[in-house]
């Protein structure tokens, strides 16, 4: 039948979650106890709200850490900010020399990596739509980038804005019977890390500029029509 054949069809994209019948992705990052094996599985439990005082004697290392962020794959950039925030605690293990890769954190590190995975079980899993277009867009699209930095990150993130057209009568209405609005969504982000070398800011504006950029040229192509008008909006020290 169509519902079986929808169940069958539901699996990971791209490290996404398909869900067939609402035609959404979904992301949620899976957190191991345990390093992954050549066979694909890992040599500890998966993290769930149920079992979540694991987490609170584990001994996490430096490799065990880096593994895990590594691990977080999301090409569209659905949930940059978690991904940059942990790769920023990455940079900041990084950075300690004197712990080796087979080490346990140090304490006060310990206890910050032990939030941040309490904090991602927890959390809920973010669902966008398959789509870009939203039931009842006419026209083309708008794309809005906003691009930024700072000492220690940059990126950019660009939305697609859509002309809604719903029947309304009233003195709003722009057309017959027709009420205009407007549909904005998350299109796609990136986020980077600064080298450790570090960036000044204006540097790091004009990073997040051409990350912009490169953003644009990706969705530019991917659309199936091109858009009525695109904006870019940065910061000054540019």
Known sequence: TNSRALEKMGG????????????????????????????????GPELTPSNLTLNESFPWTKALVLSTVASLFDPSGIVAPAVVK???FMREVCMLEKVKWSDPLPEPLMLKWRKLVEELVLSEAVVVSRGVRPPGAVGKPFLAVFTDGSLVAFGAVIYIIYRIATPSPGPWASDLDTRVTFSASLFLAKGRVAPLAGLTAPRSEMNSLICGAKLLDLALRSLPEKPEQVTICLDSEC
Request: glycine fraction near 12%; hydrophobic fraction near 30%.
């Open 12 to 43: 990971a994209v791209l490290g996404h979650q398909w869900e067939p019948r609402s035609d959404t992705f979904s992301f949620h990052p899976r957190i191991f106890l345990g390093k992954k094996g050549k066979s694909g599985t890992h040599t």
């Open 86 to 88: 942990l790769r920023l």
